[in-house]
Structure formats: structure tokens, C-alpha cells
């Protein structure tokens, strides 16, 4: 089994992105059923964490946002090219955005 994984890292000034509470998931509405259980998941570590719930939204907009890229999301203005081998994943900052983004059901999990 070949495995790739890829990750990317960003240093953001100390006034770049920042996670605030209640930061809205955005997750395309033909993801399949394990990408929305990682993403249950994720609302409940976030209200954890930051102590407010974070909406699942099915229509992005420019403000700030956790993305979720999976086989389902349209998005390809968001996507990274290198992220298309099974099982890939990346997590990156597109502006005011954190992109989890996954090649295929499983990558994106382990993106999320």
C-alpha cells in the first residue's frame, strides 16, 4: 500500500488567522456519512476548545471559515494540486480560511 501524506505550514503574523468561537465548517452537501461523523467530531472539539458551537454551512463565503475539501466539495479554486494521490491530505491557510482538504473519504479525514 503506498501512503502519501502532505502537509503544509505557514508562519502567520501575530495579527494573521486566528480561530475564533463559533468559526462556521463549511461542508459540501454530498459528503459522504464518515466525513460528516469527523465532522461532528470536530464541531465538539471546537466548542471544547474555543466554548462555542461552530455552524456546519453549506455555502461559503469570504470570512473566515474552516473548509472542508472532500471527494464531494466543488471548490477547485480552493484546492491544492499535490493533493491527489489515496489517502492525501493537506491542511493550509487561503486567507481568512483554514482549508482541511483530502484526496479521497479517508483523506479527508485524516485531514479533519
Known amino acids: 500500500m503506498k501512503l502519501f501524506v502532505l502537509a503544509f505550514c505557514f508562519l502567520l503574523p501575530a495579527s494573521g488567522l486566528e480561530l475564533k468561537p463559533g468559526v462556521p ?19 465538539r472539539d471546537l466548542k ?3 466554548g462555542a458551537d461552530s455552524a456546519v454551512i453549506d455555502k461559503l463565503n469570504s470570512g473566515p471559515a474552516i473548509v472542508i475539501l472532500g471527494p464531494a466539495s466543488g471548490l477547485q479554486k480552493l484546492r ?4 491527489k494521490e489515496r489517502e492525501s491530505h493537506a491542511v493550509f491557510a487561503r486567507g481568512p480560511q ?13 485531514a479533519i
Request: proline residues 5%.
Open 25 to 43: 465548517i463549511y461542508l459540501a452537501a454530498g459528503e459522504s456519512e464518515p466525513v460528516r461523523r469527523a465532522v461532528k467530531d470536530l464541531q
Open 48 to 50: 471544547t476548545v474555543l
Open 80 to 83: 491544492h494540486p499535490a493533493v
Open 98 to 110: 483554514v482549508v482541511l482538504q483530502g484526496a479521497d473519504t479517508r483523506g479527508t479525514i485524516y
